[in-house]
């Protein structure tokens, strides 16, 4: 069975589990001043939940505010590094504290009890992971039956799905398959953190050009997928950095993070991993980095606020567009020049490397489009939602 119809049918788990308990509380209130975040499958501590939730904690006392972790381990882990803050809600009684609270923000697809219609009970906003660059949720290209009706189902509990820009407002609105009326147009929680990062993350590289290389997950990739770095890319790619002082640094998607990354790059002279493991959340580190590579991952629209060159690796773009497709032209939304030949991608890194030319003449057009207010990212979400 497939990793996504695996985390389809889970999903479905958590869904129908939440619908008897959600029933029993209708005719109880719920409490205003209980805030609940949850992320992925009610089980990680990331995207806009993470940082939306330690903003809350830090700032907003006169709230209760908890974060639904059902791993029992990283429950356990969280509570004894950050505080009591983090509970489950595989029990009756966890998801009864939780369906008191009046307000459940969550990154993902699901909420954090299951069940359905909960945003006639409480507000429920959906804070996703960004902007999307490609298709996602009901604009996927060959979406399953189960998907479908998951999303018809999921969909009916969210009072409020963010958007970060007017531009992006219809996209999020049919990705989720609702009426424009429920998107909110608002910074991302998780932007208000990446603007104010210090570049010394990495200060063991301090005197180097950084760079990070970000591609994204592709269904048809089944062991490992190295992109730009295939084959004697990986040397000509390795020798160039060297005598230039920069350091590439690879995010492989969580699923190809495995030994033989870590081995050839340890073999390298200037390419290493920056790894899940020590940076759970690559929004922690964008900041420490001078230039961004990516395929087709929305991570471009979170580093394009550093004004900061980006360069796409498209050589399997065709596949892509058939596959899983874009959400507008990608030649609209790329903030960087689009290469497929290891000449070319070399040049236009000699030509940053060199010269005083940031590549800005590309990110600009695509700025106007995310363009926002991005004053008190958290505090402005917050108001406009009633919390």
């Not at 923000?105 to 996703?128: A, D, I, Q, Y």
């Not at 531009?167 to 603007?195: C, D, H, M, T």
């Not at 990110?363 to 406009?384: A, F, G, H, Q, Y």
Request: charged fraction near 25%; aromatic fraction near 14%; proline fraction near 4%.
């Amino acid at each position: 069975m497939g990793n996504s119809r695996q985390y389809n049918l889970k999903r479905f788990g958590i869904l129908i589990k939440g619908i008897i308990p959600g029933l029993l509380f209708w005719p109880f209130p719920t409490d205003k001043k209980r805030v609940i975040l949850s992320s992925t499958r009610n089980e990680h501590y990331n995207f806009n939940s993470k940082f939306l939730f330690e903003y809350l904690i830090q700032n907003r006392k006169d709230l209760d505010v908890f974060y639904v972790i059902n791993d029992d381990a990283k429950r356990e882990e969280l509570n004894r590094k950050i505080g009591p803050y983090f509970i489950e809600t595989k029990s009756f009684r966890g998801m009864w504290f939780v369906l008191k609270a009046g307000f459940w923000f969550t990154s993902s697809m699901e909420t954090p009890v299951g069940g359905l219609l909960h945003r006639w009970k409480r507000t429920v906003v959906h804070l996703g992971h960004g902007a999307p660059l490609k298709n996602i949720g009901l604009l996927e290209k060959n979406i399953s039956f189960v998907k479908r009706v998951y999303y018809k189902l999921i969909t009916g509990n969210f009072t409020w799905f963010l958007a970060v820009s007017d531009y992006f407002k219809p996209i999020i609105a049919n990705f989720a398959g609702v009426s424009e009326k429920r998107v909110l147009v608002n910074e991302q929680p998780r932007n208000q953190v990446l603007l104010n990062q210090q570049r010394d993350v990495l200060k063991d590289y301090s005197d180097n050009f950084r760079i990070l290389y970000a591609p994204t997950w592709k269904p048809w990739v089944k062991e490992l997928d190295w992109g730009m770095l295939e084959g004697e890319n990986f040397e000509a790619i390795d020798n160039f950095l060297f005598q230039n002082n920069a350091v590439l640094f690879i995010r492989m998607h969580p699923y190809f993070e495995k030994a033989e990354v870590y081995e050839r790059a340890a073999s390298s002279k200037s390419i290493k991993v920056l790894s899940s493991e020590n940076f759970p959340e690559v929004n922690d580190v964008l900041g420490a980095f001078d230039a961004l590579i990516t395929d087709y991952s929305s991570v471009c629209f979170d580093y394009l606020l550093f004004d900061r060159p980006i360069l796409f690796w498209t050589k399997d773009i065709d596949k892509y567009e058939i596959q899983i497709g874009f959400t507008d032209s990608f030649e609209k939304l790329a903030a960087g020049p689009a290469v497929s030949a290891i000449g070319d991608l070399l040049g236009y890194l000699r030509i940053i490397l060199e010269s005083e030319e940031n590549l800005q003449k590309f990110r600009i057009p695509v700025l106007k489009l995310i363009e926002t207010d991005r004053s008190n990212v958290c505090k402005s979400l917050l108001e406009k939602v009633g919390v």
